[in-house]
Each structure stands twice: as C-alpha cells, then as structure tokens.
C-alpha cells in the first residue's frame, strides 16, 4: 500500500534552518505531484507547497516564498523541504501528500513531521 | 490572498443529516476537494472534483456545488463522523492551494 513518511523536524530556534523529508513508497512516485501541508497547534490546515511530478514548476504559499524551498529526487522516491529562517508561526506539523492527477485531489498523505520553533 | 469560508462548528444529533458549507469567489471555476481530520491522525481525502467520491469512502458522504459555495453532506450522522473537515481549492488563476478554515462536527 502507499507509505509516506516524513523525517526531519525537532525543535529549533528562531532564524535557524530544517530540512524535512518525505519517503514514498507503494506509488508510482514520478508520477504524482508532492505537496507540503502544515498545521499549527489547535488550527487549521495550510497549504506550504508543491513541486510538479518531474521536478520542472514550484510554487510557494506567500507566507514561506523566498525562506522555503521544495525539491525531489525521483530515483530516490523522496520529496523535501528545505526550511530557512524560521520563525515562531513556523511552528506546525508539516505533512506532505501526493496528488495523482489533474482533478485528483491530495490522495494519501504522511503522518506529519513536528516542527518548533523556540528559543 | 483568497479564502475560503466555513462555519467553524456544526451539531447534529446521530442519523441526522450534517450539511457544512464552504464559500470562496473562485469556486465557479475551480474545483472543491473535502477531508476529514480526526485527532491526531492525517487528513482523509473524502471528496474531489466538486462531487466524487474516492474508493472506499462511505455513500453518505456527499458534496454539491451551487456558484460560489459547496456543501458538504454528511446523510445517517454516525458517532466515529464526528471530526473536523475541511474543503480545498485553488485561486482563481489555479496557481495556489488553500485550505478553508475548518468545521467541527460534533455528534451530540
């Protein structure tokens, strides 16, 4: 069955760097887009990212352009996210999910990977 | 930004019917997609493309669209429904996702 399982999150401080992984199996990996979800404490969820199946389009929330950074490597079936200058309302679990086609909606998902930011 | 609006909190005792909406501008012209979130697990995909439903998710689950807002449709309420949902779409320009803002239901 499809797995995917994010690694990488802790406790960091302010302005200190995290890179997220998402392992993916049971799926063929090359052809789903990946997204990174996250949601803070006791709220909703955010939509962070999403790279295209084949790596060629990214495309960011306002809230982390130019501070995250999303990338995969198909022969590793993996998904990351590089996440600079963190800040206290970064503090969320970070999921990713998987999108399979053009009208598909976010199919399966990991169990999330907790990130705090604190001093 | 865009954003789409849900009530926060919908009540219905069990084998009612719970019907939770979701509002946005871009709806006409992107579809909605539902998920179920109960504690402490991940998000359950429940609806896509407005009114489908993926394979293994209940009939009473069902979802309508009408201009500017889709409705959520929960028929025969059951206790183990009780969790927040939330509905998705993109902008208008279908270059961004966003998230509404959450329902909970609650089974009294």
């Known amino acids: 069955q499809v797995q995917l399982v994010e690694s990488g999150g802790g406790v960091v401080q302010p302005g200190r760097s995290l890179r997220l992984s998402c392992a993916a199996s049971?799926?063929?990996?090359?052809?789903?887009?990946m997204h990174w979800v996250r949601q803070a404490p006791g709220r909703g969820l955010e939509w962070v990212a999403v790279i295209s199946h084949d790596g060629s389009d990214e495309r960011y929330a306002d809230s982390v352009r130019g501070r995250f950074t999303i990338s995969r490597d198909n022969s590793r079936n993996t998904v990351n996210l590089q996440v600079n200058s963190l800040r206290g309302d970064d503090t969320a679990v970070y999921y990713c999910?998987?999108?399979?086609?053009?009208?598909?909606?976010?199919?399966?998902w990991g169990q999330g990977t907790l990130v705090t930011v604190s001093s | 930004s865009y954003e789409l609006t849900q009530p926060p909190s919908v009540s219905v005792s069990p084998g009612q019917t719970a019907r939770i909406t979701c509002s946005g501008h871009a709806l006409p012209k992107q579809y909605a997609y539902w998920y179920q979130q109960k504690p402490g697990q991940a998000p359950l995909l429940l609806i896509y493309k407005d009114t489908e439903r993926p394979s293994g998710i209940p009939g009473r689950f069902s979802a309508s669209s009408s201009g500017t807002t889709v409705t959520l449709t929960i028929s025969g309420v059951q206790a183990q429904d009780e969790a927040d949902y939330y509905c998705?779409?993109?902008?208008?320009?279908?270059?961004?996702?966003?998230f509404g803002g959450g329902t909970k239901l609650t089974v009294l």
């Open positions: 049971g799926l063929t990996f090359n052809m789903y887009s």
């Open positions: 999910a998987s999108r399979s086609g053009l009208y598909s909606g976010f199919d399966y």
């Open positions: 998705q779409s993109q902008d208008i320009t279908g270059t961004y996702w966003v």
